[in-house]
């Protein structure tokens, strides 16, 4: 398929099947059908091929071997590589007089050839494929367009004027009636078969990313697993693993898939499916997800489902599911020329009637035609959607914005909603100590570097959040003695000859120690916020508390004031608990919260505000944003999170500073205008100038200046968006918005 109106021919031919009901998605080259009972999917195949196109059933798993070998993108970064060489000098010759030497136009013809012939091949192939089938797309303008100039060129050098030697495009700017026996328009031919290729070569490139999310989420699993047969250890590839097979999963190593723990205890970090910031503590009896890590003690792990039946494969499911069922978005250009290709045609074959009616010579009447192919052939038009993205995208990676194509763009037009996913987007998404509370006569320093020094010997990620603490405070920790791990509580160790405890308040109770009333107050109120609270006590007194929590990234609240600035409502969206969202959410300025979200239920919110009337901007970063993003009108990743956020997504925030997101729909509406205003001029000047060349006044220089002019705008006007700023510190509200707080199952 090479423009939009392909899908829409598929669609409507395999709708017409009995019993068919089928959507054609053109990013993604997928085709969703459903037929009836007793139907062979062969016959879908068959009408799909009639129509002139190519299919085939999807492979069981995406092919990451391969994935960077695709001919057809290599064969167009070859064709426009070359073209490109051959057709800067034949435009030169052309709009240069000082350089049009005795056979210059010899030479044109010698480089043009080859571009307009090997170069445009693609766009010739499909223009006869769609007139086999009687249906005309951009691709038949473009192959008629530089096939009649030409063919008009050689006809002028060799039967007309144009090979005569010293033959020069002057610089007379009457508009007078002629032949064109004297005319060439090489330079039309290979400028617009290069332009075209250009804006094709890039749309393929971004297109053949499709299909990266998907293979990116079956690629985080587990690749092999350390199975349990007969009291023996066995190390076997992950696709041997069958239901009821025990496994054991060491710490600092990915469980193999979803099963029930047997044997042990541990913390396990869900961040990377879940998006829950604290690591879920579990032990023998408690369910656990295949490619979360095991951040804590060593487990047996009995298999509960395998393959395409675990919460990993279901979804990538999601996620192919939402990206297939994506609004099909065309291409502006495409969208007009659906009218604009038969109407250009029309007047070209109206043209030559009229002039031979009318008693013209046979030359001046063909000469007219051609006139009307070639102006109306889409020089800036080809320039239009490449040159601004281009230049948008460029400016945009300097800020930290990658936009992934022109398809992203449309979607900015009308988003009015923004869903911002809490940890790692609002919030760093890591465990840091936020507050130290320490008992009356206990130094905060003291308390911090003893229980740092514990901690340090742990691989808990609260441990770690603590020791990190310590290490920026104290510098070096002493090594603790008799370290001791309490699974689920906590640890113990002997600092400076002290027995300390560091860990939940029940440890502290093990050895008869108890929190004070001022330290019980301040555990309950740090817990009724969502916090977590690690307890200290060395020889046999509490010593004090840690507040440790995922921390609001400090340029949240500007982000979230200058979303509101440019007309997008904020909406926070968490697996977390209600109290723990309305805090962050209340921090930043977010009055609409939905907390307690499965991570399947994402994508359904999005449908859900969707449903609502709402266009809806999704930012997340995790495994567990990957449906949404693809099921949002615009998915923008934050660059900190993970490859499958990232691929999902259609922006990515490379810096994972959330203000860029502010920035990117700010970049993708101004760069959008942009190309809506090359598009308007390209096709304004076709219109103008048509009438013109269906007269017979269109003199070949006033046409070679219009469409060079024409280009020179396209270009001058996407080289504005170099200019783009990002927006300076946004205006802190003054006033609080009480946050409402939508809980979901």
Not at 361 to 368: E, G
Request: charged share 20%.
């Amino acid at each position: 398929m090479t423009c939009a109106s392909c899908a829409m021919r598929i669609e409507k031919k395999l709708n017409r099947l009995d019993g068919v009901t089928a959507t054609v998605n053109y990013a993604t080259e997928k085709a969703r059908v459903t037929i009836p009972a007793g139907m062979d999917v062969t016959a879908v195949i068959e009408e799909v091929e009639k129509t002139g196109y190519t299919a085939a059933l999807p492979a069981a798993k995406p092919d990451a071997a391969g994935k960077d070998d695709d001919p057809e993108l290599t064969g167009l970064r070859n064709r426009l590589i070359g073209s490109v060489a051959l057709s800067v000098p034949v435009i030169a010759l052309a709009m240069i007089p000082a350089l049009q030497f005795t056979y210059w136009q010899w030479l044109s013809l010698t480089l043009a050839a080859p571009v307009v012939v090997w170069g445009a091949w693609p766009f010739h192939k499909a223009a006869f494929i769609n007139a086999r089938h009687g249906a005309a797309t951009m691709d038949t303008l473009v192959s008629i367009g530089t096939l009649a100039a030409f063919a008009w060129s050689l006809y002028a050098l060799f039967f007309g004027t144009a090979g005569m030697p010293g033959m020069t495009h002057g610089f007379s700017f009457t508009v007078a009636a002629s032949d064109g026996a004297g005319n060439i328009y090489l330079e039309v031919a290979s400028g617009v078969t290069t332009f075209v290729l250009a804006g094709r070569y890039f749309e393929k490139r971004s297109k053949r990313q499709a299909g990266a999310a998907l293979r990116a989420l079956l690629e985080l699993g587990a690749r092999d697993v350390a199975i349990l047969r007969d009291g023996q250890e066995t190390r076997i590839p992950i696709e041997k693993l069958h239901v009821g097979d025990e496994f054991i999963i060491r710490p600092g190593e990915k469980i193999a898939t979803d099963g029930v723990v047997v044997d042990g205890a541990s913390a396990i970090d869900m961040s990377l499916l879940t998006g829950e910031s604290v690591p879920i503590e579990v032990t023998v009896g408690d369910t656990v997800s295949g490619a979360t890590v095991n951040a804590g003690g060593r487990l047996l792990v009995r298999a509960t489902r395998v393959g395409s039946d675990t919460q990993l494969a279901q979804m990538a499911k999601l996620v192919e599911d939402a990206q297939s069922g994506k609004a099909e978005v065309q291409r502006l250009a495409d969208r007009i020329s659906g009218i604009f290709v038969p109407i250009v045609l029309g007047i070209a074959v109206i043209t030559l009637a009229a002039w031979l009616i009318t008693g013209h010579p046979v030359a001046a009447a063909f000469t007219a035609a051609v006139a009307v192919l070639i102006i109306a052939c889409p020089c800036a038009l080809g320039l239009a959607t490449p040159t601004a993205l281009l230049v948008g995208t460029g400016r945009g990676a300097q800020l930290g914005i990658l936009i992934k194509g022109p398809e992203v763009l449309e979607s900015t037009r009308t988003v009015d909603t923004i869903v911002l996913d809490k940890t790692g987007t609002v919030t760093t998404g890591k465990m840091t100590l936020i507050d130290v509370v320490t008992a009356p006569g206990v130094d905060e320093t003291e308390l911090l570097r003893v229980a740092g020094a514990v901690e340090a010997a742990s691989e808990h990620p609260i441990a770690r959040a603590v020791a990190a603490a310590a290490t920026d405070q104290s510098g070096a920790l002493p090594v603790p003695e008799s370290f001791v791990n309490i699974e689920g509580r906590g640890v113990q160790g002997v600092v400076d000859g002290h027995l300390a405890l560091v860990g939940r308040a029940t440890l502290l109770e093990d050895w008869s120690i108890t929190l004070d009333h001022a330290l019980t107050a301040a555990k309950n109120a740090a817990e009724a916020a969502g916090r977590t609270v690690v307890s200290v006590a060395w020889d046999g007194e509490a010593r004090g508390l840690l507040v440790v929590a995922d921390a609001i990234k400090p340029t949240s609240h500007e982000a979230v004031a200058t979303f509101k600035q440019i007309g997008l409502t904020p909406i926070l969206i968490t697996g977390d608990n209600a109290i723990v969202a309305r805090e962050v959410a209340e921090a930043v300025g977010i009055e609409t919260v939905i907390a307690d979200v499965l991570p399947k239920d994402k994508a359904e919110t999005i449908r859900r505000l969707q449903a609502e009337g709402k266009t809806v901007a999704m930012v997340g970063d995790g495994v567990n944003d990957a449906a949404a993003l693809a099921t949002a009108d615009l998915g923008l990743a934050m660059g900190t999170g993970t490859d499958v956020a990232i691929e999902a997504a259609d922006v990515t925030l490379v810096r994972g500073d959330l203000r860029a997101a502010a920035d990117a729909v700010r970049l993708a509406r101004r760069t959008l205008g942009t190309i809506k205003t090359n598009l308007f001029w390209a096709f304004a000047y076709n219109v103008a100038a048509i009438p013109l060349a269906a007269l017979g006044l269109l003199n070949p220089m006033i046409a070679g200046a219009a469409m060079a002019f024409s280009s020179v705008f396209v270009v001058s006007n996407s080289l504005r968006l170099r200019s783009f700023r990002p927006r300076g510190t946004a205006t802190t509200p003054t006033t609080n918005t009480p946050t409402r707080v939508l809980e979901t199952a």
